[in-house]
């Protein structure tokens, strides 16, 4: 008797908990989308010569939930992008979260689709604009998916994935890619703020960048500036976290990159037609050539990057609450 009243008893708590697994565990289904895009080097490529540039095959891979009981139901998506080293552990913790959240996630896929691993120290094999068009497409994709609400897509991205969260929404680039889709906010981690456009025309989309006080890859005071240029006709705000580095939200532990280039001394031209031009002989770089020339006036090799416990925990909390403000609730 009681071998049999043991066994009900170990029986009835698996029910238990696989039942309450089952329902609160969400079921997800991941797709891989391919769209076609493009290979500018830079933004003037894409404002004034998109229709000549080399095409390109991109693949970016889909995270969505399953509801069987409402098949057809449509959802917010983050669409994430990766910085100079290609995905990396901590970026996924985001995206993670964002799932936990009941949100589609979209992970794009710019340097797999080009067969490259990094650019760091070089910078031009996959370029921000290169990726912005990718982005563009991307977010035409999914417009058409029938699980996707076209109207609440946001992007977010890391270091070079941040250049083009941020510049994603200069309206001289998305006006030349897309009048008819726009993401719904922008979320940038460390991007490269150093430049200086000289159309402030900005997205009315909200935007946020996350960027360390301690970073000598992309500084945090030309974003500073940059937003404060900005503000007053754009939804757009920055939070600088102290003590924090380069990827301040991994959990590498900081060290140095002596392949990496350091732009803490340069500031750049953006000119209204897309190019960014050379300090001191204000030719534009818009070839690989003439950036690594541009470069010498400014750039040093040598940065560090790694993370802050402190600044990883409010990033990720934040970037939670942020993409639940804007691009809404999931029960909609």
């Known amino acids: 008797m009681k071998s049999v009243f043991l066994k009900k008893i170990i029986l009835f708590t698996l029910g238990a908990l696989l039942y309450s697994y089952s329902s609160s565990a969400q079921l997800r289904q991941q797709q891989t989308l391919r769209f076609q895009s493009a290979n500018p080097f830079s933004l003037s490529d894409i404002i004034g ?3 000549l540039q080399e095409k390109q095959e991109v693949f970016g891979q889909l995270d969505f939930p399953i509801d069987s009981l409402h098949p057809n139901k449509k959802y917010p998506v983050v669409l994430g ?6 995905w990396q552990e901590h970026h996924r913790d985001y995206m993670d979260r964002y799932q936990a959240m009941g949100f589609a996630t979209f992970e ?5 689709s080009r067969e490259i691993i990094s650019t760091v120290g070089s910078q031009d094999e996959v370029t921000i604009a290169a990726i912005i068009v990718d982005a ?12 996707v609400d076209a109207n609440r897509v946001a992007i977010t991205g890391w270091s070079l994935g941040g250049g083009v969260t941020l510049m994603s929404g200069w309206l001289p680039v998305k006006e030349a890619l ?9 979320l940038a981690l460390y991007p490269p703020c150093f430049f200086n ?7 009315t989309a909200p935007m946020h960048l996350l960027t360390g006080a301690s970073d000598n890859w992309t500084p945090a005071a030309p974003c500073q500036d940059l937003v404060g240029k900005l503000a007053a006709n754009t939804p757009i705000d920055i939070t600088v976290f102290p003590n924090a580095h380069h990827g301040f939200d991994s959990q590498e532990p900081v060290h140095r990159n002596e392949n990496g280039y350091s732009f803490k001394d340069c500031m750049f031209k953006l000119t209204a037609n897309g190019d960014i031009l050379m300090n001191y002989l204000g030719w534009p770089m818009s070839n690989p050539w003439l950036q690594k020339l541009g470069f010498l006036f400014c750039v040093e090799r040598g940065v560090d990057i790694g993370g802050n416990p402190d600044a990883r925990a409010q990033s990720l909390a934040f970037a939670q609450k942020f993409m639940k403000q804007t691009i809404g609730d999931i029960t909609r």
């Open 49 to 51: 010569a998109l229709d």
């Open 81 to 86: 992008v990766a910085g100079s080293r290609g």
């Open 108 to 112: 794009l896929n710019s340097f797999k």
């Open 136 to 147: 563009y497409r991307a977010l035409e994709r999914l417009a058409q998916h029938p699980n």
């Open 178 to 186: 897309s009048k008819e889709y726009s993401f719904a906010a922008h």
């Open 197 to 203: 456009p000289e159309n402030l025309s900005f997205t």
